[in-house]
């Protein structure tokens, strides 16, 4: 079975610094898709980023961008710029053959002014 | 484009009574998904229709919910004699299966919070 792990509960980041966060998964898959979601305090889930096991370049999505290492299966979001906005929980996601999603714990991302 | 919306998206409810939630997909999409988030968690999988067809059921699932989608619409989520370990977000996705696509992003809507008393 699959497995996604987010060892970081909580971290901190000034404004307009940049954010790390980790994420490692584990499958015996081989075509796969891995996301980042963002949930603010009360408000819905919505996509960050996606990226296709497939593709070897590294997801970009504005501000945000991923280091995906396929043979490590580490999955790791970089936001860059922090804003005030961008403090919400994040959670990393795996997608795989049976379409439903697999989620880790999430990390609660806290953006100081 | 509305997005996916739920309804409703607060219900309190005691031990033992039914409830039922409504989940409209964004409109062109055929696959629906359901999901539950408990505080501190990420979502867990709970079921999924592709049109009106429940294709996969999670083990969490137990027989006091059932879900339905008919006409491959909306969909209902059903928790019969309610307990209070039932409490948590109820979320809902829906996304399009567009051959040749692979696995398709999920949008989510803003989640029912049911409580148990």
């Known amino acids: 079975a699959q497995t996604v792990t987010q060892s970081q509960p909580e971290m901190s980041v000034q404004e307009a610094e940049t954010v790390t966060l980790s994420c490692t998964y584990d499958?015996?898959?081989?075509?796969?898709?891995l996301f980042w979601y963002k949930q603010p305090p009360s408000r819905q889930m919505i996509l960050v980023i996606r990226?296709?096991?497939?593709?070897?370049q590294n997801a970009t999505e504005n501000r945000f961008s991923v280091n995906f290492q396929k043979a490590a299966k580490s999955f790791s979001l970089k936001i860059s710029d922090s804003q005030l906005g961008d403090a919400a929980m994040y959670f990393c996601?795996?997608?795989?053959?049976?379409?439903?999603?697999?989620f880790g714990t999430g990390t609660l991302l806290a953006v100081q002014p | 484009d509305t997005g996916v919306s739920q309804d409703p998206r607060h219900k309190i409810t005691k031990r033992g009574q039914n409830v039922t939630f409504r989940c409209d997909p964004i409109?062109?999409?055929?696959?629906l998904y359901w999901y539950r988030q408990t505080l501190g968690q990420g979502p867990e999988f709970l079921t999924y229709?592709?049109?009106?067809?429940?294709?996969?059921k999670s083990r969490l699932l137990s027989d006091r919910f059932s879900a339905e989608r008919p006409k491959g619409s909306f969909s209902t989520l059903e928790i019969q004699r309610t307990e209070q370990g039932d409490s948590a977000m109820y979320l809902c996705?829906?996304?399009?299966?567009?051959?040749?696509?692979?696995?398709?992003?999920?949008?989510f809507g803003p989640g029912t919070r049911l409580l148990v008393l």
């Open positions: 996705a829906s996304s399009s299966n567009r051959r040749g696509q692979g696995q398709e992003t999920q949008y």
């Open positions: 499958t015996s898959e081989s075509d796969y898709y």
């Open positions: 990226q296709e096991a497939y593709k070897q």
């Open positions: 996601a795996y997608g795989g053959a049976t379409n439903k999603l697999i």
């Open positions: 409109s062109e999409h055929n696959r």
């Open positions: 229709f592709q049109n009106e067809a429940q294709l996969e």
